[in-house]
Structure formats: structure tokens, C-alpha cells
């Protein structure tokens, strides 16, 4: 598992609490612990990730 880490520089605390939190959601952890807080059949797993599609073409659909 790969840990973030974030330097802490003049002691701005705050500062560097935003870039970790920034580091850990582009890593995609909370994404992970959503997915695996339930498990979910294969069908539904198929049936959502077809959803996810037709949304993603109907949104970056160009007439």
C-alpha cells in the first residue's frame, strides 16, 4: 500500500492538512472504502457499471 505523505513547511499546519486530503482522494481511497463497505453481487456490479456508462456518453455527447 502506498502511504501519502505531505511536508510540513513553516509549520502551516492547515496547509498541509489540505494537500494530504487533496493526495488521499487523487489515490483514491475514499472511492475504495465506498466500494468495499458492502459487498455487491457481480449482476449488480455489471448493471451499475453499465449505468455509469450511458451516463458518461450522454454527458460527453457532442452533436
Known sequence: MNSNKVIVKDGDIDKAIRRFKVAVARSGVPSELKKRKHYEKPGVK???????????SRKHRSY
Open 46 to 56: 455489471r448493471r451499475e457499471e453499465k449505468k455509469k456508462n450511458i451516463r458518461n
